[in-house]
């Protein structure tokens, strides 16, 4: 879309969120800012307004689906909404004794279910007049990492996801667009204590994604040369990739 004028986030109070916050900022626009952190949000809204844009704020998680569904609903009742982009994720590491299920439940919690939790209100608004949906994926959903299990499924399951949605909702003019971005300067990636490739600041991650929506991409996949290890990581037989991660560091 290239003009949008009202437009919803999530995890807006920091990384990626915060940054296409400040960019989208300017006179004539209503933003919409969801987060966790209520002083980093407050601070995104304050940067934000400065630029000129009308900002609200919800403190909340994505995960509370009644919750979302009235915030979302609000914010539509408001100002219709043109652009919501489901935003917020986490990356956790995992135990030394492989207990899996704690912290693969809290992922997919915060980075499926809260993006159905977004998604789907966004679309019963947008039915009828239209919008775009922006869904934040990654490049590690290409291929499963060792680094990272719970995380690349979870990013695998709404890059899927969005790209099915694409298609369903084409006839109600809704444009549906899949970010998959690779290692991003943020907080997140903050605790990493292993080296990260092409690391891109939020704001330049921030600028190729606006681009990208503006022209109503499919997917929005950066940077190209951690895309293309991914994509060759996925065309490789099993034998040869589980070779190449088999040293790949650990996310604890």
Partial sequence: MQNPRSILITGASSGIGRALAVAYAKPGRTLFLGGRNAERLAAAAAECRAKGALVETRVGDVGDEAAMKTWIEDAHQMAALDLVIANAGVSL?????YDLAPHTRMTFMANVDGVFNTVHPAIRCMTGR??????????????????????????????????????????????????????????????????????????????????????GAARIAFPLPMLAMVRLLALLPAAWSDLLLRRAPRKR
């Fill in 130 to 215: 239209g919008g775009q949906i922006a869904i934040m994926s990654s490049l590690s959903g290409f291929h499963g990492l060792p680094s990272s299990p719970a995380y690349s499924a979870s990013k695998a399951a709404v890059k899927s996801y969005g790209e099915a949605l694409r298609g369903l909702l084409a006839k109600e003019d809704i444009t549906v667009s899949v970010i998959c971005p690779g290692f991003i300067d943020s907080h997140m990636t903050a605790r990493n204590d292993f080296p990260m490739p092409f690391l891109m600041s939020s704001d330049r991650a921030a600028q190729i994604i606006v681009r990208g929506l503006a022209r």
């Fill in 93 to 97: 590491g995992y135990s030394r004794d």
